[in-house]
């Protein structure tokens, strides 16, 4: 089997007192847990999570800090085999990304035999050949020791077959919180050293905008995603401080247009009587509130935007 080190807990290391800070990025097949990794690292939510694949469509960075360290979780979209324009235009996203970040965490959930949509990330991965990578077994807490120990081997055969080296493989358990530390621990030797790149208080520099509007789409993506998996975007158009509020009770205006490719979708989304826009929009509204701290007023219209992910001036006004 050759030397493989499977890391369950951190050796001690001397106190040195040299700084890191670089870039890590997780990538992975849809649901590899990639943005419940990111939020157990980064210790609150940022990446938006959901039970379908590619809703994480920009760069949100998590951010974690620690005294001697500043490490930046890049999240990219999933790298998918292109069926239109937008997944072309995300691929390339995705492999400029994997040559600029400091190290790459590859993640393959320990409940699901090693498939062709992992090999065709690996054989990507394989061609990247600067940047190290982390092998990281997700979901340990849904499997027993025996599960795990083979898709440890599997891992460390497939490194060996398409000629990449694991800079580490690293079982965790986001949701049980088992070695996310350590993980961190493992990342973080392998950042460039030099000075912090963000302030402290930072955990994401995803412009509130941004997470805004995704936390919308997830909530008008939650229970219809069968009917329209990906035909929504959200765009919020502005957000504005309410005038003449008094300091201490301020409320936030946002409008945010939800843009889906057919007038047919437009029922499913606004439900009998509007009752679903309006869940969709008490749902939202809970959660940005929660993110930005304040009240907030949230006015949601659905257009259509015909056939938006085929067409690349729509997508581009859309935000891809």
Not at 2 to 28: I, L, N
Not at 86 to 94: I, T, W
Request: overall charge neutral; aromatic content about 4%; proline content about 7%.
């Amino acid at each position: 089997m050759g030397a493989m080190s499977v890391r369950t807990q951190s050796s001690e290391q001397p106190a040195e007192a040299v700084h890191r800070a670089g870039f890590a990025c997780f990538v992975g097949r849809p649901n590899a847990g990639k943005s419940t990794l990111t939020n157990a690292l980064v210790g609150q939510k940022v990446a938006i999570t959901s039970n379908r694949p590619q809703t994480t469509r920009h760069t949100v960075r998590g951010i974690v800090h620690r005294p001697e360290a500043q490490l930046i979780l890049v999240d990219t979209p999933g790298l998918h085999k292109p069926r239109t324009l937008l997944g072309e235009r995300l691929n390339d996203v995705v492999r400029a990304t994997w040559a600029e970040v400091d190290v790459i965490g590859f993640c393959l959930p320990a409940d699901q035999k090693i498939g062709p949509g992992d090999r065709f990330i690996a054989k990507e991965l394989a061609g990247i050949r600067k940047t190290p990578k982390v092998a990281i077994v997700t979901k340990t807490d849904l499997v027993d020791s025996k599960t795990l120990a083979e898709q440890l081997i599997a891992i460390d055969q497939l490194g060996q077959e398409l000629g990449i080296t694991w800079a580490e493989i690293v079982p965790v358990s986001a949701t049980a919180n088992q070695q996310v530390d350590l993980l961190a621990d493992l990342l973080i030797p392998l950042m460039p050293e030099g000075p912090a790149l963000y302030p402290e208080g930072d955990l994401t520099d995803e412009p509130e905008q941004v997470m805004v509007a995704e936390l919308i789409r997830e909530a008008a993506l939650e229970g219809v995603r069968d009917e329209l998996p990906h035909s929504i975007a959200v765009v919020v158009e502005e957000m504005l401080p309410r005038e003449d509020r008094p300091a201490d009770k301020p409320l936030l205006d946002i409008h945010a247009n939800v843009f889906i490719e057919r007038p047919s979708q437009k029922g499913i989304i606004i439900g009998p009587k509007g009752k679903r826009l309006k869940d969709v929009g008490i749902k939202s509204r809970r959660q940005i509130e929660a993110l930005l701290g304040t009240p907030v007023f949230l006015d949601l219209h659905v257009k259509v935007a015909k056939d938006w992910q085929r067409d690349p001036k729509q997508l581009r006004r859309l935000g891809f």
